[in-house]
């Protein structure tokens, strides 16, 4: 006989044998008959060990008696209590009294007020530091020189208004609502993102050129446009000026490069027509090269058309009022100084010969293939979902929320030749004789 739990061999000397019942069934015996091999002994002896472990011992009853139980200890005195705070050095508010409640929210108040007023002052530094900018004295120079003191004077009285319209021309006195905006922008942006699924599984191809005078609004519209759109499948296109080689290509040739595959949407921030404008204006195409353009790009464009690419231009439209109240806050605010370039501030003053150079532009290539399409851009909000609604309105993609994407808003967007600026008519301009 074989003790597993004291592995004594002798039964009658295991710790367990005086004991009680109960605590002997905490001992497990095993017979080991004369000629039992090792292997099988082991086997019994490790069942054993299990059987003993299952038993999990029962808390004993033990009843005592108070007569044997000593006096309790005295109690020493208790310490001072000290008021719990928290991380601050401040009471729990459950603790604190109406007074105390009053001089702690004063406190927060006045920290509130300091670290404020600490922001103030170091964009006041950031502001000094962007007065001191060379964009500023050359726009103030072209201020002085090339735009009516008239219009400058409307411009400065209606610099710190920003939710005033200061062309007479735009249709609504006041900008929109950043509330109203926000909320039309996020279910339009739905509904753009709807449109990608469509383009992706049908295998469409969308190219969207924006155009227009700088600070008119382009790239904040293309921003909102791919703001939530995969980025796999949708891309900006933003040449800078082209390379040595590419001088010597085809004038269109690097942007057909750029041009979408299936399922793909691109959007040009800026395009071919730089040299129907800036780069006409500026002297820098030879007329030649100006004329064959404008005699190329409506071939151009009615080959992507019939190629099966769905095309938009937008051109988007800005009082020169509103062009140079930006100007002004662009060149002041360090976070949108990178926006302003020398040629951009040479365009103040020359107003005049980029209207000319926009209506010869349109006049040649507005066509029913590819015709364009003017944003009025002084509130660019307006401009920015109006835009949308006008894409959206004209593709047929699956799950179209009717009630979301309605019509444009016709006294913002329309045809070339409904909404022009002050300044600008498209009927009674005569433009430069026809390329031959």
């Not at 020493?76 to 105390?100: F, I, R, Y």
């Not at 404020?116 to 072209?142: C, T, Y």
């Not at 066509?367 to 006008?390: C, E, F, G, Q, Y």
Request: net charge positive.
């Amino acid at each position: 006989m074989l003790c597993v739990t004291c592995l004594r061999k002798d039964s009658s000397l295991c710790s367990g044998s005086g004991l009680g019942p109960v605590n002997r069934n905490y001992h497990t015996f095993i017979n080991i008959m004369p000629g039992t091999t090792f292997k099988k002994t082991a086997r019994a002896f490790s069942t054993a060990k299990r059987i003993t472990a299952s038993r999990k011992p029962k808390p004993a009853v033990v009843k005592f008696d108070s007569r044997l139980i000593s006096p309790p200890a005295p109690v020493p005195p208790a310490a001072p209590s000290v008021e719990p705070t928290n991380g601050a050095g401040e009471k729990p508010a459950a603790t604190l009294g109406e007074s105390e409640k009053k001089r702690l929210k004063k406190l927060r108040k006045a920290e509130r007020k300091r670290l404020k007023e600490d922001r103030k002052g170091r964009w006041g530094q950031a502001k000094a530091l962007a007065n001191a900018f060379p964009m500023v004295e050359l726009i103030d120079e072209q201020v002085r020189t090339s735009i009516p003191p008239e219009l400058v004077k409307r411009v400065e009285a209606a610099r710190h208004e920003k939710k005033k319209i200061i062309s007479s021309t735009y249709p609504y006195p006041k900008r929109m609502k950043k509330k109203h905006y926000e909320a039309e922008v996020e279910l339009l942006q739905i509904e753009l993102v709807k449109m990608q699924a469509w383009v992706k599984s049908s295998g469409e191809r969308i190219v969207m050129i924006f155009e227009g005078r700088d600070a008119a609004g382009k790239g904040g519209t293309i921003q909102r446009f791919t703001e939530n759109l995969n980025p796999r499948g949708a891309r900006v296109v933003a040449l800078t000026k082209p390379s040595e080689s590419e001088r010597g290509q085809w004038y269109f040739q690097r942007y057909a490069e750029q041009l979408p595959t299936r399922g793909e949407i691109v959007f040009f921030d800026r395009s071919w027509y730089n040299r129907g404008g800036v780069e006409h204006v500026m002297g820098f195409c030879s007329p030649h090269d100006y004329l064959e353009f404008m005699r190329q790009a409506p071939e151009f464009e009615r080959m992507l058309v019939r190629s099966g690419i769905r095309f938009y231009k937008f051109w988007f439209s800005v009082s020169r009022e509103e062009q140079l109240r930006r100007f002004l806050g662009r060149a002041s605010d360090p976070l949108k100084q990178w926006k302003l370039s020398p040629m951009d501030v040479e365009s103040l003053g020359r107003w005049e010969a980029y209207t000319k150079a926009k209506e010869a532009m349109l006049f040649y290539t507005d066509t029913a293939d590819a015709p364009w399409t003017i944003v009025r851009s002084d509130d660019k909000n307006r401009a920015r979902l109006n835009a949308m609604k006008h894409v959206l309105s004209t593709i047929p993609y699956d799950g179209k929320d009717t009630e979301t994407v309605t019509p444009p808003d016709p006294h913002v967007v329309g045809s070339a030749k409904t909404i022009y600026e002050h300044g600008e008519n498209t009927k009674t301009h005569t433009p430069d004789p026809p390329p031959a």
